[in-house]
């Protein structure tokens, strides 16, 4: 039997923190963007620092509206 990828374990960590199913695929493309910035480095094994630098970045972008941003946080947690 295969472990779980770190998307299945993302889904749960989702599932078991309750976000809403409707908002999975959101917090997943976050996670997904995520993931671009720091190519090198796997899901679970980013830093805070890391997480923040992202947000950060994420915050600048002026096509992004204030309750995206907050949803991208949410997303991230």
């Not at 976050?30 to 899901?43: G, H, I």
């Amino acid at each position: 039997m295969n472990a779980p990828s770190n998307g299945h374990k993302y889904l749960d960590l989702l599932a078991k923190k309750q976000v809403p199913e409707g908002a999975r695929r959101w917090s997943v493309r976050q996670a997904e963007s995520l993931l671009k910035a720091f190519p090198d480095k796997s899901l679970f094994a980013l830093s805070k620092a890391d997480i923040e630098a992202f947000l950060r970045d994420l915050s600048r972008q002026h096509r992004l509206h204030d309750g995206q941003f907050k949803q991208a946080v949410e997303a991230l947690r």
